[in-house]
């Protein structure tokens, strides 16, 4: 472990028989209540054979540090307890008080079965929290950015928000922001190593179509720069500049539904992700 005067560095290694996500979001939860702290995150996710438990427990050798596990196997588990003894190396079973409270309380056994919960709800859970961030990131609100997926940029009436949605209920996590010549626009989006950057465009007159309906909705049939030709001209040119500048991919969303324009959008992250790896 590593101390300065301003934060504490030290190895966490998160060895799991499933995903490793609740293992990664415990440690981080607790982690979180402490002040100058920075974990060295190390994750060794389906680890179900001796094999991959040694390559996990010749790195907490190489880098000793706090061992979290979730693992089934009575076997592995007594290994990975006796190597961290012979260390000295703390290590917690972080759902272990939780299942034998459970087990005391309904009566049952534990089935020890690697990665049970994931089989049903997995996919279920990862869409409600992609809907939530989405939600809770739209038109420009939140400043969670780091976390995103995806964030659309985009003029008013350029589908951010039905996209963004959509997004969400495919377990993904899309922020919107819009484009206003003359406000200021994140900077800091462009630097994220994480999130995508995507540009949604149209052309002038669907836009003014889809705002001149809009206003009709509201009933309100005042003529205003929202529905002005050079206006909404205007307004294309800045956020194409803008695209460019800042070199992101751009769609353009004129012919396209939001299930089109939230297919392309997910190839552009699946290319997106392969590039970063």
Not at 39 to 56: D, G, M, T, W
Not at 113 to 125: H, P, S, T
Not at 194 to 213: D, H, M, Y
Not at 231 to 248: G, Q, T, W
């Amino acid at each position: 472990m590593q101390r300065s005067n301003a934060e504490i560095h030290f190895h966490v290694h998160m060895i799991s028989d499933s995903t490793g996500e609740t293992l990664m979001e415990v440690m981080r939860a607790s982690v979180a209540q402490f002040n100058n702290v920075d974990p060295i995150e190390h994750l060794f996710a389906l680890v179900r054979s001796p094999k991959h438990l040694e390559r996990a427990l010749a790195h907490v050798e190489a880098y000793p540090g706090i061992v979290m596990y979730t693992l089934v196997n009575s076997d592995l588990r007594r290994q990975l307890e006796d190597f961290c003894a012979r260390l000295a190396v703390p290590a917690i079973a972080i759902l272990d008080p939780i299942q034998a409270t459970l087990s005391a309380y309904l009566g049952a056994p534990i089935i020890g079965k690697a990665g049970a919960q994931r089989v049903l709800d997995a996919e279920y859970y990862m869409r409600i929290e992609a809907m939530n961030y989405s939600m809770a990131h739209d038109d420009g609100q939140g400043d969670d950015w780091p976390s995103a997926d995806v964030i659309l940029l985009g003029i008013s009436r350029t589908s951010k928000t039905p996209t963004s949605v959509y997004l969400g209920h495919r377990g993904i996590r899309a922020a919107n922001i819009p484009l206003v010549p003359g406000a200021p626009v994140p900077e800091e989006i462009f630097g994220l190593a994480k999130p995508l950057v995507v540009g949604l465009t149209a052309s002038p007159e669907r836009i003014i179509q889809i705002r001149r309906n809009r206003l009709l909705n509201l009933r309100e049939d005042r003529s205003t720069e929202y529905v002005d030709a050079t206006s909404v001209k205007d307004e294309v040119v800045f956020a194409k500049r803008l695209y460019a500048r800042h070199k992101i991919p751009v769609i353009d969303v004129t012919r396209r539904s939001i299930e089109e324009t939230a297919a392309k959008v997910i190839n552009l992250l699946t290319e997106h992700k392969a590039r970063k790896k």
